[in-house]
């Protein structure tokens, strides 16, 4: 038997040592609380699971508001309170790049992100991994099926960078975990200058350091 499920059944054995007696969480500030009666012990470790799902996502719910006051702040604390649950509890969450991509694609792309947005805002970062990671996923526009050829074919992205800052490395995961912000984006250019995107494809949105995003 996996260690973590039979971690959770102790604890359930603890909470209620007799078969088919009730359990009800008590109510108490900043926890989650679940009344249901017990059968069996396939029960009991499904209540309790969800319980842990319950769990996570307050503490989720709490960080919330930094969404739209601090992005880069929320994905750091995203990450703790999911790993957290699943090291834990060995709960079901979200992929990251750690677990699809191997560490020479995320250094890659990281540094083709760096050179694109190089002191730009967090949120700008996050667009351009998004236009990367959409260009992976899509099946109608012949993009190369690897990461790094994705970024590295002739004449789509600058590559000057040597090396990426965490910024960058935190916006990957904020794009990766937290799905697209570009509305489907896969091409974007300077404001401006005239692109084939610019003349063959549909104009999303410019952000605030003149990128122009298309799809």
């Known amino acids: 038997m996996n260690k973590k499920v039979l971690a959770a059944m102790l604890s359930i054995a603890i909470l209620c ?29 499904n209540a309790m699971i969800d319980t842990y799902y319950d769990a996570m996502n307050a503490e989720l719910g709490v960080i919330a508001w930094l969404k739209n006051t601090d992005p880069e702040e929320y994905i750091v604390q995203h990450k703790q309170i999911t790993e957290k649950y699943h090291d834990l509890y060995d709960l079901d969450v979200s992929e990251s790049i750690y677990d699809v991509f191997s560490e020479e694609d ?12 190089k002191g730009a805002p967090f949120m700008s970062k996050v667009h351009v991994a998004n236009v990367i990671f959409n260009r992976y996923q899509d099946s109608t ?44 984006a896969m091409w974007f250019n300077v404001d401006g200058i005239k692109s084939w995107a610019e003349r063959n494809r549909e104009r999303l949105f410019t952000d605030e350091v003149g990128h122009t995003f298309y799809r």
């Open 17 to 45: 040592p007799a078969c088919g007696q009730d359990i009800k969480a008590a109510e108490t500030e900043g926890t989650t609380n679940v009344t249901y009666e017990a059968v069996d012990e396939y029960e009991y470790f």
């Open 106 to 117: 995320i250094q890659t792309v990281a540094r083709v992100i760096e050179s694109e947005t």
């Open 141 to 184: 526009c012949n993009f190369p099926s690897d990461l790094s050829e994705i970024v590295t074919q002739d004449k789509q992205f600058a590559r000057q960078a040597k090396s990426a800052t965490e910024e960058t490395i935190h916006a990957m995961e904020y794009a990766y975990i937290l799905g697209d912000t570009t509305d489907g």
